[in-house]
T-cell receptor
Framework: GENVEQHPSTLSVQEGDSAVIKCTYSDSASNYFPWYKQELGKGPQLIIDIRSNVGEKKDQRIAVTLNKTAKHFSLHITETQPEDSAVYFC???????????FGTGTSLTVIP | NAGVTQTPKFQVLKTGQSMTLQCAQDMNHEYMSWYRQDPGMGLRLIHYSVGAGITDQGEVPNGYNVSRSTTEDFPLRLLSAAPSQTSVYFC????????????FGPGTRLLVL
């Protein structure tokens, strides 16, 4: 099955700086890569996703990049704000299936 | 539109007891899933369903049963609770449209003594 690895496990940045979280996957059949934000006591919430036919996607301060050859994808958050503090999860899935494989999460702290 | 709802929010069980975690969605999604979340291990898929009457096992299915009699509901049953099943459980439903967005419920925190 698919194996998704996520780094770092914890990340602290100053407010206004950028944060980058990286994930790798093992199954070349995976073609859908969502990112989730989980606040304390809540369920994960989808914040951005990318498909394998696209190399980069951006939504305001959040961007995701995908390198299919190297089997890795990254989340970039620019101009970080305290409300960005949360746990972020990456995931990988095959388009025709409903099985999502998650990374182990990154706890992001934005220091005011 | 409530999205994905889960009950109860918190439950304490004794070893050997059984219980059902409820999950419902009002988005008419065909795909639904159950995950457990443990510290340092991310979310692991327990069971999933691609439609009413169809279920399948995920990564960690042992000790759990599911059924899907309607599109809206996807209950998870613990047959004989064990301390290793202490975890936070999340139900999710997935859009089968182009977006494939997956929506999670608020979770059920389970403690097995």
């Amino acid at each position: 099955g698919e194996n998704v690895e996520q780094h770092p496990s914890t990340l602290s940045v100053q407010e206004g700086d950028s944060a980058v979280i990286k994930c790798t996957y093992s199954d070349s059949a995976s073609n859908y890569f969502p990112w989730y934000k989980q606040e304390l006591g809540k369920g994960p919430q989808l914040i951005i996703d990318i498909r394998s036919n696209v190399g980069e996607k951006k939504d305001q301060r959040i961007a995701v990049t995908l390198n299919k050859t190297a089997k890795h994808f990254s989340l970039h958050i620019t101009e970080t704000q305290p409300e960005d503090s949360a746990v972020y999860f990456c995931a990988a899935s095959v388009h025709t299936g409903n099985q999502f494989y998650f990374g182990t999460g990154t706890s992001l702290t934005v220091i005011p | 539109n409530a999205g994905v709802t889960q009950t109860p929010k918190f439950q304490v069980l004794k070893t050997g007891q059984s219980m059902t975690l409820q999950c419902a969605q009002d988005m008419n999604h065909e795909y639904m899933s159950w995950y457990r979340q443990d510290p340092g291990m991310g979310l692991r898929l327990i069971h999933y369903s691609v439609g009413a009457g169809i279920t399948d096992q995920g990564e960690v299915p042992n000790g759990y049963n599911v059924s899907r009699s309607t599109t809206e509901d996807f209950p998870l049953r613990l047959l004989s609770a064990a301390p290793s099943q202490t975890s936070v459980y999340f139900c999710a439903s997935t859009s089968t449209s182009v977006s494939r967005a997956q929506y999670f419920g608020p979770g059920t925190r389970l403690l097995v003594l």
